[in-house]
């Protein structure tokens, strides 16, 4: 049983798709701005930050578009929670934004929405986007 709460939040970000789908995609891009290093092997990526690692299963991805993650230890938990990365581009002004979607409980939501906040962030700093 989830006692996550889902949350979404979109970032507008001045990059093009292409470029920003390798920063969300692949274990070289994650590691500029999602964690000190990452690693795959598969459908699993090893997260690395300081003195600690966390490994994610790949659920889903379309190209250029979207990846989907759900960490190990929801896995093994039975948990339906994952982490979602979308690129979103407006038909109308071709404004790009990535959507974030992800869980937390209901006490942390707050915090995790600064954590990605401050993930966006460095990702928008090593893009050179402001």
């Known amino acids: 049983m989830d006692d996550k709460v889902k949350f979404e939040i979109e970032f507008p970000i001045h990059a093009s798709p292409q470029l920003l789908y390798q920063y969300i995609s692949t274990p070289s891009g994650l590691s500029e701005w999602f964690s000190d290093n990452v690693n795959s092997r598969g459908e699993f990526f090893t997260f690395i930050w300081d003195d600690s690692e966390e490994i994610a299963k790949l659920l889903n991805k379309k190209t250029?578009?979207?990846?989907?993650?759900?960490?190990?230890?929801?896995?093994?938990?039975?948990?339906?929670?994952?982490?979602?990365?979308?690129?979103?581009?407006?038909?109308?002004?071709?404004?790009?934004?990535?959507?974030?979607?992800?869980?937390?409980?209901?006490?942390?939501?707050?915090?995790s929405k600064m954590l990605w906040t401050n993930q966006i962030s460095s990702l928008k700093q090593v893009l050179g986007s402001s």
């Open 64 to 111: 250029g578009e979207r990846i989907k993650f759900r960490w190990m230890e929801d896995e093994d938990e039975g948990s339906s929670c994952y982490f979602e990365i979308r690129i979103q581009v407006d038909e109308i002004t071709k404004d790009v934004s990535l959507m974030v979607t992800d869980f937390a409980e209901e006490d942390e939501v707050e915090e």
